[in-house]
């Protein structure tokens, strides 16, 4: 693995994204500066989701740019960004240990899994098949993946949905120390995620 | 023991872990018996020693019939009264099954390459058992495409059961077909004509194939039972980590 | 390279694990083998002259089976969304999806082909000859219908849409397949002429499938 320079600024400048024929979100701008979170919020349908999945690259950009400052020139925005979607990307007939050590080795290179599996709580049963997990330990189970490739940016839709209290406490944590050695979170949300002080961008006006 | 305490799978275990060592025992010393007079029965004047083949082939072809009698009773037992242990043999049946038929159909081309000069040709007979080899298959595709154990069951018992009611009309049409394509001069295989003296040493055979087939049943069944019951407790497992 | 190793062994390990797909393919080979001589009678010598033809039509239908889950499978689960950001290009990791489906589903027909030989009375050397031409044409299938897989990820009942795309463009596949083992059962044409140009066609396929692929899923995002 060669060393990644660490970006120092997620800057989006007048924003438009189309879908389906339909302007879901025009001029919007916004910054996220190292240690620093961000929480989209807004109505359902006010293009949280699809805010996110334009910065992971899903999803054309109709206007505007977006950019990573100080980031590693050959990789783009995407390869560069964790995406937590809806969906949790899990295969129920592999094991938890081998669903987590397949991305860490497809997005990473590494296989380190271990340390992983026991901060999101699922060392001990990193060997039953992922078909036999609970909504939210097959939640915790793609969040493992956050941590077990280092990437400088999260992208994270509605993180705690399906966690329970005590897992959502555990997911603050991790966003913490993300945060404190340097990472950027960009995260839409219906309510709070467990940060303090962080600056919220409101999508889809008054609505 | 009455009969009914069986149907508790744990009282199965128990009672298969001590009569499956005597059942096997029985198998082999059957089996032993039924080889050895095979071995010393007559060659057939027409077909030589090629006809002891026909003593595996026609005990396999019996059970790989019987096989799905079977299951088609244990369907019943899934469906009509949701018997635990129905879907427990059924599903133990179906591989058993399945090698039973590939068994007579591997006996009948070895048997038909110096009768008919081929491996294979389209009889009647040979080709109902390869499509009954098929709906085996299938069988088993399906208990492997579904999951959930008793979602599983219910599902091929239904296809079972059509299979049951569909295999004497596929017999019917494919006996139809292969007269109407070859008339009768050809080689039967087995037959109702055969000679007493090699009518003891295949009954012998027969009854060693149903013991093998009873023995391999009930063991194949105990490993569902557990199999099921690992199922079960590593999703337990899954459950205890939620907290 | 570690991200196309990881993809290869993950999807043959699903392959081998979900419900057998592999095996259901070869069934599917069988059945669709077993069913020719009841509709066109058992008549071995006319099985032996066609039985090429037959099991190159078979392989072609069956290796079709399971292409519609290639890539929809990923879609569903939203895995497909990480493979696009991911570093590695998508063309190779679609590449290497390609070959694990061929490793796991076409290989086992090549396997088969000869067992199914015997049924439709095909000399060893017939039964050589279609093994080695499936071998070498089974691959530009899969590559092919890698394509249609790309180009239906997105639909709901894409299976029967993905036959209708790809059938079309494996006419040549077809045509070469059973020229060349046809050529080495009874000639006129030497054996090598038809097979190196299905050998070509597969090089082909391998080439353009993945390409075509990639970017049939980069347009079609919104």
Redesign the interface.
Known sequence: MRPIPRPTRLLATELACVRGGRRVFSGLSFAVGTGEALLVSGPNGAGKSSLLRLVAGLVRIAAGRIELEGGDGDANLGEQAHYLGHQDALKPSLTVAENLEFWTRYLDGGAATAPALDAVGLGAIAHLPAAYLSAGQRRRLSIARLISVERPLWLLDEPTSALDASAQAMLAGLMRSHLASGGMILAATHGPIGLEGVRELRLGGAG | MPLIDLANPTRFLAFTSRFLPWLAAATVLVLAVGISLVASAPDDYQQGATVKIMFIHVPAAWLAMGCWTLMSIAALGTLVWRHPLADVAARAAAPLGAAFTAMCLITG?LWGRPMWG?????DGRL?SV??LF?MY??VL?LW????DPSRAARATAVLTLVGAVNLPIIKFS?DW??TL??PASVLRLGGPTIHPSLLTPLLIMALGFLLLFITLHLAAMRNEIMRRRVRTM??L???A??R | MTALAAILTRDMRLSVRQGGGALIGVLFFLIVVTLMPFAIGPDLALLARIGPAILWLGALLASLLALDRLIASDYDDGALDLILTARAPLELALAAKALAHWLTTGLPLVIAAPLLGLLLNLDPTATGAVALTLAAGTPALTFIGLIGAALTVALRRGGLLIAVLVLPLTVPVLIFGVAASNAAIVGPVPFGVPFTILCGLTLMSAVIGPFAAAAALRHGME
């Open positions: 081309m081929t491996y294979w040709v389209w080709t390869l499509v098929l298959l299938g595709a492997r495409t579904v999951d494919v077909w292969s394509h070859q590593l999703m497992q899954a459950e980590a939620g």
